[in-house]
């Protein structure tokens, strides 16, 4: 389904723009953009690319939908994915949403690095650990600072170009 790349870079990378300037994504980019893809692969590849667009769709919320759940992503981002999913099917979306999380986690890095927070962020990752180890003591409940929570539109947008240059490129 790479042949529809155009799409889900432009579509993605303007969802992930928004989410910078207003912290949120749309539905009116995210519902009308899986539509259209739906659309499109139905008509360019008859049933099989509307199979193949359901499928993606479904891969999305089924890659992203637990993270939202936990509170650790907005529903914007998964449906960002599943827009993704519409246009290139269930293969390629989940790998632009692991070249995603993989981008936001190096971003997460060079975040916490530059706010001098590493050892605080260790810390907290060693009392975790050693509360899964020992039994009888309680895990804290790991704590997010509100103030702090990055648009993940971006991610997104940056995964869906690599895999389509790579896929493009014959190396995924």
């Known amino acids: ?82 827009l993704v999913g519409a246009w290139l099917g269930y293969a390629e979306c989940g790998e632009a949403a692991i070249a995603a999380v993989l981008l936001g986690g190096v971003f997460a890095i060079f975040d916490t690095l530059s706010r001098g927070r590493l050892f605080t962020v260790f810390y907290s990752i060693f009392r975790f650990l050693r509360a899964i180890a020992v039994p009888g003591l309680e895990a804290e409940p790991l704590k997010i600072e509100k103030n702090r929570r990055f648009s993940f539109g971006p991610c997104i947008a940056l995964g869906v170009l690599l895999v389509v240059i790579l896929h493009h490129r014959g190396l995924l």
């Open 1 to 82: 389904m790479v042949e529809l790349s155009i799409a889900p870079i432009l579509l993605s990378a303007f969802g992930g723009i928004y989410d910078i300037a207003t912290k949120r994504i749309p539905n009116w980019i995210t519902f009308s953009g899986m539509a259209f893809g739906l659309a499109t692969q139905l008509f360019l590849f008859g049933l099989p690319g509307a199979i193949a667009s359901i499928l993606g769709i479904l891969a999305g919320f089924a890659i992203f939908s637990p993270i939202y759940f936990f509170g650790y992503m907005g529903a914007g981002d998964v449906k960002l994915l599943m």
